[in-house]
Nanobody, 113 residues
Framework: QVQLMESGGGLVQPGGSLRLACVPSGSRFVFKVMAWYRQALGKEREFVARIDAGGSTDYADSVKGRFTISKDIRNALYLQMNSLKPEDTAVYSC????????WGQGTQVTVSS
C-alpha cells in the first residue's frame, strides 16, 4: 500500500519561504505524475504544481515565479515556496499517480504577520 507523508508546513510571515516535502513509502515504482494541491478554509481544493516522470513541470498562474516543484531519485517530492502571501494559506497535499491516484494527509501552511 502506497503512503505519502508531507512535512515542512508551518507559520511564516508574508514574503517568507517554506519548503514542503512529500515522501512516499510502500512503492518501488516511478510515479507517472506527482503534484501539489492546496485547500484553503471554506474553498475547494486547487492545483498548485505538477511534475511528470520526465521532469516536465506545470504551475498554477497564482504561484508561477514563486514556487518550484522538484523530485529526487527516491521519488520524494518537494515544493519550494518563496515570496509567500497571506492568500497562500492552506492545507497543502501531495498526490502521485501510478496505476491509481494516491493522496497524502496534508500539511498546514499559514502566512500571516
Amino acid at each position: 500500500q502506497v503512503q505519502l507523508m508531507e512535512s515542512g508546513g508551518g507559520l511564516v510571515q508574508p514574503g517568507g519561504s517554506l519548503r514542503l516535502a512529500c515522501v512516499p513509502s510502500g512503492s518501488r515504482f516511478v510515479f507517472k505524475v506527482m503534484a501539489w494541491y492546496r485547500q484553503a478554509l471554506g474553498k475547494e481544493r486547487e492545483f498548485v504544481a505538477r511534475i511528470d516522470a520526465g521532469g516536465s513541470t506545470d504551475y498554477a498562474d497564482s504561484v508561477k515565479g514563486r514556487f518550484t516543484i522538484s523530485k529526487d531519485i527516491r521519488n520524494a517530492l518537494y515544493l519550494q515556496m518563496n515570496s509567500l502571501k497571506p492568500e497562500d494559506t492552506a492545507v497543502y497535499s501531495c498526490t502521485a499517480v501510478s496505476g491509481r491516484q494516491y493522496w497524502g494527509q496534508g500539511t498546514q501552511v499559514t502566512v500571516s504577520s
